[in-house]
């Protein structure tokens, strides 16, 4: 095997035109779930990763500051999950890894974050986490969404981190399911299953 | 602010010439922290990110199929900690993200994973992970680690995952030590600070 010195991923094709499309303003929690919810049924469709979506938008504004999609199995990286991708992409964009110097960043994701994207997000710097779906429901997906701590909420808001969860949970959950029945690659380590 | 589509990040230059010039075979776990200290050291030196340092072996034959420095200033990435580069470059080589594909691969760190890493840890496909410097260390010298389960170890465990911790640990820890006298930038995001 060669070492390798560089990595990359990118969003597939299909993400510009969709966001290009969106008409409705970024005004409210419910609209950036919707979203959000969207990214993740249009991954399905596409079958460019698993079901989960995530944006990173202005609190204040509402204005769109990155998207992602879970992108594990296209992109061959196992931290490819919605969230880190969205995070990696606003940052990106900013041009420095702390979201705080562009003003109040949330971020919003369709499902309670796995056991490694609950520990990104102080790390990056947004001011709040919106989930949807809950752990439960992404594992009765038949994903395995590793061991946060019991007071992870609290954990966050300690760093200073506003966390709501259950925000249209049904709806995000209900795309978890419609992955389930479509049959869809439950990537996974051999040691346990694994998640957005 | 532009939405971004693509991410990526590299290795310092120094690294692939730093790996050239170690001779010492990969046959031992102290051999192999030795040499992600070492990797950490020089990250230092170079003035390429934070005192943090990984590698990814073979755990039966010692082959590198890895290497990782944490790269969070450099890259502008708060997810470019010294694990998930050296992770996620092992994947880029491999062409996938299931490293139990590669054989039975170890994840080698200067130190214990903050609550990010522990969680990237199961969806990697590795089958063990070696730390030098406890969290007390990395605290020690400013950086904040996130909070983990408390039985984290039992839980990677539980995922088939053999964990050693404190290998060369005095050395590892005099690694932070001298970041934090030499008044390396302690990256943080606002609320509470941050690592690796």
Not at 34 to 39: F, G, Q, S, T
Not at 132 to 146: C, I, L, N, P, V
Not at 148 to 160: A, E, M, T, Y
Not at 166 to 187: M, N, P, Q
Request: aromatic share 6%.
């Amino acid at each position: 095997m060669m070492i390798s010195s560089h990595c990359s991923f990118g969003l597939p094709g299909w993400v510009e035109p969709f966001l290009e499309d969106w008409q409705e303003p970024l005004s409210t929690i419910s609209v950036r779930m919707r979203l959000a919810i969207a990214l993740a049924q249009e991954n399905i469709h596409q079958k460019t990763g698993g079901p989960f979506g995530a944006v990173v938008v202005n609190e204040q504004t509402g204005e769109l500051v990155a998207a992602g999609v879970n992108l594990v199995t296209t992109s061959g990286l196992s931290v490819a999950h919605a969230e880190i991708v969205a995070l990696s992409l606003a940052q990106t964009a900013l041009g420095e890894w702390n979201l705080s110097h562009a003003g109040p960043l949330q971020l919003v994701t369709t499902c309670e974050p796995c056991a490694m994207c609950f520990g990104a997000v102080p790390w990056s710097g947004v001011k709040s986490l919106i989930c949807g779906a809950r752990k439960k429901d992404a594992e009765s997906a038949g994903f395995d969404e590793g061991d946060k701590p019991d007071q992870w909420v609290r954990s966050l808001q300690r760093r200073g981190i506003v966390v709501q969860c259950s925000v249209l949970r049904a709806e995000a959950a209900a795309v978890l399911a419609l992955y389930r029945e479509d049959g869809g690659a439950i990537y996974n380590a051999d040691h346990g299953q694994h998640k957005d």
